[in-house]
């Protein structure tokens, strides 16, 4: 298709939520104090982690990253999405929601990556407890750091370089409240069927392959801490658990944006609220609050901190 002959998009508009003016306050006080929430406690284990030595282990290591990659994630759409509750044009550029597209594709594929890291050093730390640190060196910890990016940032760039040059000539409403690859699709000028189907295999079928592989791991882990009974076996147990909920938790909704046919309108908007603002702040709730050791150092900090603030 000769792209000379269309009036290229210049800006695509989000219908948003709602015209009521009670749900966008409510809506706006919800997002707010969520995201606020979100941020607030992702950084809080972030600054834990790094200044406790008593945290300076793999698996805080990795914790604090998920903390920070869900800071950055949840910042990709929240701050827009709370500024234009109550706007009547909710307009994005062509630029700034291919942007938006890069940036969740990137950060939420280093998540899925990191996600399978975490579960391998919890499989090394229940499974081969006298050979953990030997594995889980800190150079691994950082290839596994390193590895996860450049997959996220590669699984990216594979879906953007076909549609970045699209050609978009009208309609450009968009019925969400921010930018994603099967919503944009629809809108190009163009068959993009196979585009459709490759944006399934890349996103889709790799969000359920990665599911069904950590699901199948920590089967395993499970079944292994339950032949050996015992009291760090129950320590181990709660760490699962909580790695789990993180996982059903951040999967969960991606699966269905990428291999759901056509969900309903009302469905994938929650579901996006759910990603875009709940999930980023319970992985800091879970991770803190069923956690004795990241609640002790959070303790052991406060208290230094007062203690320093009374002597200055």
Same mark, same amino acid.
């Given at each position: /298709?000769?792209?000379?002959?269309?009036?290229?998009?210049?800006?695509?508009?989000?219908?948003?939520?709602?015209?009521?003016?009670?749900?966008?306050?409510?809506?706006?006080?919800?997002?707010?104090?969520?995201?606020?929430?979100?941020?607030?406690?992702?950084?809080?284990?972030?600054?834990?982690?790094?200044?406790?030595?008593?945290?300076?282990?793999? /698996?805080?290591?990795?914790?604090?990253?998920?903390?920070?990659?869900?800071?950055?994630?949840?910042?990709?759409?929240?701050?827009?999405?709370?500024?234009?509750?109550?706007?009547?044009?909710?307009?994005?550029?062509?630029?700034?929601?291919?942007?938006?597209?890069?940036?969740?594709?990137?950060?939420?594929?280093?998540?899925?990556?990191? &996600?399978?890291?975490?579960?391998?050093?919890?499989?090394?730390?229940?499974?081969?407890?006298?050979?953990?640190?030997?594995?889980?060196?800190?150079?691994?910890?950082?290839?596994?750091?390193?590895?996860?990016?450049?997959?996220?940032?590669?699984?990216?760039?594979?879906? &953007? =370089?076909?549609?970045?040059?699209?050609?978009?000539?009208?309609?450009?409403?968009?019925?969400?409240?921010?930018?994603?690859?099967?919503?944009?699709?629809?809108?190009?000028?163009?068959?993009?069927?196979?585009?459709?189907?490759?944006?399934?295999?890349?996103?889709?079928?790799?969000?359920?392959?990665?599911?069904?592989?950590?699901?199948?791991?920590?089967?395993?882990?499970?079944?292994?801490?339950?032949?050996?009974?015992?009291?760090?076996?129950?320590?181990?147990?709660?760490?699962?658990?909580?790695?789990?909920?993180?996982?059903?938790?951040?999967?969960?909704?991606? /699966?269905?944006?990428?291999?759901?046919?056509?969900?309903?309108?009302?469905?994938?908007?929650?579901?996006?609220?759910?990603?875009?603002?709940?999930?980023?702040?319970?992985?800091? =709730?879970?991770?803190?609050?069923?956690?004795?050791? /990241?609640?002790?150092?959070?303790?052991?900090?406060?208290?230094?901190?007062?203690?320093?603030?009374?002597?200055?």
């Amino acid at each position: /298709m000769d792209l000379t002959n269309h009036s290229i998009v210049s800006e695509f508009v989000f219908l948003g939520f709602t015209n009521s003016w009670d749900i966008q306050l409510l809506l706006f006080v919800f997002s707010f104090l969520f995201y606020s929430a979100s941020m607030m406690g992702n950084l809080v284990i972030v600054f834990t982690v790094t200044f406790d030595s008593h945290l300076h282990s793999p /698996m805080y290591f990795l914790l604090a990253n998920l903390s920070v990659i869900d800071t950055v994630f949840c910042s990709i759409t929240a701050p827009k999405m709370i500024c234009d509750i109550f706007k009547k044009h909710k307009a994005i550029s062509f630029c700034g929601c291919i942007t938006q597209i890069f940036f969740s594709h990137a950060v939420g594929g280093t998540e899925m990556v990191l &996600l399978i890291a975490m579960a391998f050093d919890r499989y090394v730390a229940i499974c081969k407890p006298l050979h953990y640190l030997t594995i889980m060196s800190p150079r691994m910890c950082l290839c596994f750091l390193v590895t996860s990016w450049i997959i996220g940032l590669i699984h990216s760039l594979v879906q &953007l =370089v076909f549609v970045i040059d699209l050609p978009f000539c009208g309609p450009n409403i968009l019925d969400s409240f921010y930018c994603d690859l099967p919503q944009l699709l629809r809108l190009a000028c163009t068959n993009t069927q196979e585009l459709e189907f490759m944006v399934t295999v890349n996103s889709g079928l790799i969000s359920v392959g990665s599911f069904v592989l950590l699901v199948m791991s920590y089967i395993f882990i499970l079944f292994t801490v339950w032949k050996h009974a015992s009291s760090a076996s129950s320590k181990a147990l709660s760490t699962l658990s909580a790695h789990i909920t993180v996982v059903v938790l951040f999967f969960g909704p991606l /699966m269905f944006f990428y291999t759901w046919p056509s969900p309903t309108s009302h469905l994938d908007k929650f579901l996006a609220i759910f990603d875009a603002f709940i999930t980023p702040f319970l992985n800091p =709730v879970i991770y803190t609050f069923r956690n004795k050791e /990241m609640k002790v150092s959070m303790r052991r900090l406060c208290s230094h901190l007062v203690h320093y603030k009374s002597i200055s």
